[in-house]
C-alpha cells in the first residue's frame, strides 16, 4: 500500500560489543522469460503522491567517521583482474545505540562502484544509522551476476551483524537498503527463503531484518533495464532463461515476511516508478508489511540527494529500521 509518511523522528537501539575488521585506510568526516506474476488488477493505477517531507534534523555530515575499502568476502577465483569485493562503514558521532544498514549500490559498473552512494550513505549515518555501503560482483565479465551477486549482498549482512557492535550498532537488526540494480538483488535477497551462502568473512544470517528499495529495478522483463540485465547476466533473456527465472523477485516471497519500503520517482526515466508499484502488490497481496512512497517530480538519482526527495528517502529507511527492531 502508498505510504503515508510522517514527519516525526525515530529512535535507534543497538548494543555494544567489541570487534575490530581490517581496512586499507580510513578517514574521518569524509526480458523476457521471466514468470510467476501474481499482481492485483490495480497494478497500472498510480496511487496518490506522497507529499514533500523537510530535511531530517540531524543533517550534518562533518562528524560521520568512514572506514573505506574493508574487505567483506574472500576473493573469487573468476579469471578477471579483479572481482573482489569491500564495503565502506560510515559511523555516525557519539556513543550510540545505532541501527545497522547495508546499502547496496546500483550498476552495472563492475568492482568498486559504490563511490555515487557514499553521499547518501553519510546523511543515513548523520540520521544516527551506522551504514555499511556495499560493493556486489554486479556483471557476468567480473564473475557476477546469478549468484554471485546475491552471494555478496549476504555476505554484507552477515559482516554488518558481526562487526556492527564494535561500533556502537546492533547487529541483532539489519536494514538491507539497494539503489537500482542493488535494489533488484536486495529484494531477492531479502524475499528469498533460502539464504545465499558464498565465501563470507563472518557467520550469523544473511537475511535481512528489513528492506528498502529506492528506484529498484524488480521487473525483469522491462525494456528500460534489458541492455543492463545483459551485462548483468552474460547474456540474453533467452540464453540466460534459467537464471533469471531463478533471482526473480516474483517468484518468491515464501519466506517469513519481513518489513519492506519501497521508493520511487515520479520522473524516473532510468526505472519506471511501475517497477516499485507491482512489487507493492504483489507484496501486498501476499499479506506482507509494505509501504511504497512516490517522489513528486523525483528521478532515479535526486532520490538520493540532500534535499527534500532525498530526505524522503532516509525516512523509509528510518521507519524500515524501526519496524526491524519491533
Same mark, same amino acid.
Given at each position: 500500500?502508498?505510504?503515508?509518511?510522517?514527519?516525526?523522528?525515530?529512535?535507534?537501539?543497538?548494543?555494544?560489543? #567489541?570487534? *575490530?575488521?581490517?581496512?586499507?585506510?580510513?578517514?574521518?568526516?569524509?526480458?523476457?522469460?521471466?514468470?510467476?506474476?501474481?499482481?492485483?488488477?490495480?497494478?497500472?493505477?498510480? $496511487?496518490?503522491? #506522497? #507529499?514533500?517531507?523537510? *530535511?531530517?534534523?540531524?543533517?550534518?555530515?562533518?562528524?560521520?567517521?568512514?572506514?573505506?575499502?574493508?574487505?567483506?568476502?574472500?576473493?573469487?577465483?573468476?579469471?578477471?583482474? =579483479?572481482?573482489?569485493?569491500?564495503? =565502506?562503514?560510515?559511523?555516525?558521532?557519539?556513543?550510540?545505540?545505532?541501527?545497522?544498514?547495508?546499502?547496496?549500490?546500483?550498476?552495472?559498473?563492475?568492482?568498486?562502484?559504490?563511490?555515487?552512494?557514499?553521499?547518501?550513505?553519510?546523511?543515513?549515518?548523520?540520521?544516527?544509522?551506522?551504514?555499511?555501503?556495499?560493493?556486489?560482483?554486479?556483471?557476468?565479465?567480473?564473475?557476477?551476476?546469478? $549468484?554471485?551477486?546475491? @552471494?555478496?549482498?549476504?555476505?554484507?549482512?552477515?559482516?554488518?551483524?558481526?562487526?556492527?557492535?564494535?561500533?556502537?550498532? =546492533?547487529?541483532?537488526?539489519?536494514? *538491507?537498503?539497494?539503489?537500482? *540494480?542493488?535494489?533488484?538483488?536486495?529484494?531477492?535477497?531479502?524475499?528469498?527463503?533460502? @539464504?545465499?551462502?558464498?565465501?563470507?568473512?563472518?557467520?550469523?544470517?544473511?537475511?535481512?531484518?528489513?528492506?528498502?528499495?529506492?528506484?529498484?529495478?524488480?521487473?525483469?522483463?522491462?525494456?528500460?533495464?534489458?541492455?543492463?540485465?545483459?551485462?548483468?547476466?552474460?547474456?540474453?533473456?533467452?540464453?540466460?532463461?534459467?537464471?533469471?527465472? #531463478?533471482?526473480?523477485?516474483?517468484?518468491?516471497?515464501?519466506?517469513?515476511?519481513? $518489513?519492506?519500503?519501497?521508493?520511487?520517482?515520479?520522473?524516473?526515466?532510468?526505472?519506471?516508478?511501475?517497477?516499485?508499484?507491482?512489487? =507493492?502488490?504483489?507484496?501486498?497481496?501476499?499479506?506482507?508489511?509494505?509501504?511504497?512512497?512516490?517522489?513528486?517530480?523525483?528521478?532515479?538519482?535526486?532520490?538520493?540527494?540532500?534535499?527534500?526527495?532525498?530526505?524522503?528517502?532516509?525516512?523509509?529507511?528510518?521507519?524500515?529500521?524501526?519496524?526491524?527492531?519491533?
Amino acid at each position: 500500500m502508498l505510504a503515508a509518511v510522517a514527519t516525526v523522528a525515530f529512535l535507534v537501539a543497538g548494543c555494544g560489543q #567489541a570487534y *575490530l575488521p581490517s581496512a586499507s585506510n580510513s578517514s574521518a568526516k569524509s526480458g523476457a522469460g521471466v514468470v510467476s506474476r501474481a499482481v492485483s488488477p490495480s497494478v497500472g493505477t498510480a $496511487p496518490a503522491l #506522497a #507529499a514533500p517531507l523537510p *530535511l531530517l534534523g540531524a543533517s550534518d555530515t562533518s562528524s560521520v567517521e568512514v572506514l573505506h575499502n574493508v574487505d567483506f568476502a574472500r576473493p573469487p577465483e573468476c579469471g578477471a583482474a =579483479d572481482c573482489s569485493v569491500q564495503l =565502506d562503514i560510515f559511523i555516525p558521532a557519539g556513543t550510540g545505540p545505532f541501527r545497522t544498514v547495508v546499502l547496496v549500490r546500483g550498476g552495472p559498473t563492475g568492482p568498486g562502484g559504490r563511490g555515487y552512494v557514499a553521499p547518501f550513505a553519510e546523511q543515513l549515518a548523520a540520521a544516527g544509522l551506522i551504514v555499511f555501503s556495499a560493493d556486489m560482483r554486479d556483471t557476468a565479465a567480473t564473475g557476477g551476476g546469478y $549468484p554471485e551477486a546475491f @552471494e555478496d549482498v549476504a555476505c554484507a549482512i552477515r559482516y554488518a551483524r558481526t562487526w556492527s557492535p564494535q561500533y556502537g550498532g =546492533d547487529g541483532n537488526s539489519v536494514t *538491507l537498503v539497494g539503489h537500482s *540494480l542493488g535494489g533488484y538483488v536486495g529484494s531477492v535477497v531479502a524475499l528469498d527463503p533460502t @539464504e545465499f551462502e558464498g565465501g563470507c568473512l563472518a557467520g550469523g544470517s544473511g537475511r535481512p531484518d528489513a528492506f528498502v528499495g529506492l528506484s529498484g529495478n524488480y521487473d525483469l522483463t522491462a525494456p528500460s533495464v534489458a541492455n543492463d540485465l545483459v551485462k548483468f547476466f552474460g547474456g540474453s533473456p533467452e540464453e540466460t532463461f534459467d537464471t533469471r527465472t #531463478a533471482s526473480d523477485p516474483f517468484n518468491y516471497a515464501a519466506a517469513t515476511p519481513i $518489513p519492506v519500503r519501497l521508493v520511487a520517482g515520479t520522473a524516473d526515466t532510468t526505472v519506471p516508478p511501475i517497477a516499485a508499484t507491482e512489487l =507493492d502488490a504483489y507484496l501486498t497481496n501476499l499479506g506482507w508489511d509494505v509501504d511504497l512512497t512516490l517522489v513528486p517530480d523525483g528521478t532515479h538519482q535526486s532520490i538520493l540527494n540532500a534535499t527534500d526527495q532525498g530526505a524522503t528517502s532516509v525516512r523509509a529507511v528510518l521507519e524500515a529500521t524501526q519496524a526491524a527492531g519491533t
